[in-house]
């Protein structure tokens, strides 16, 4: 299993820019596709952005052409920039690793956006 910290989170102006950041406790290789989901109140968690080994990316249509996912390997950290923030984007912002069929999860980060 992998060991994930988020940090980066906090309060924002909506229009305003977050970077999050994961930390991961082993490198990224050999890791099949990291990702950032969110969960507002009273909401099911839902998936941000994603990126596999091989550098594929996916975005939910919501934030699309706003965040920006991307892993470091030298650093074995992965980041979503987030520009232009909305108020609908307040959510915890969770770090997600798959390896081998097993899911790891970091402990979330809060981001509010204020309108």
């Known amino acids: 299993q992998v060991q994930l910290v988020e940090s980066g989170g906090g309060l924002v102006q909506a229009g305003g820019s977050l970077r999050l950041s994961c930390a991961a406790s082993?490198?990224?290789?050999?890791?099949?596709?990291m990702g950032w989901y969110r969960q507002a109140p009273g909401k099911q968690r839902e998936l941000v952005a994603r990126?596999?080994?091989?550098?594929?990316?996916n975005y939910a249509d919501s934030v699309k052409g706003r965040f920006t996912i991307s892993t470091d390997y030298a650093k074995n950290t992965m980041y979503l920039q987030m520009n232009n923030l909305k108020p609908e984007d307040t959510a915890v912002y969770y770090c997600?690793?798959?390896?081998?069929?097993?899911?790891?999860w970091g402990q979330g980060t809060q981001v509010t956006v204020s309108s």
């Open positions: 997600n690793a798959l390896r081998a069929g097993m899911d790891s």
């Open positions: 082993r490198t990224l290789f050999g890791l099949n596709a």
């Open positions: 990126i596999s080994s091989g550098r594929l990316t």
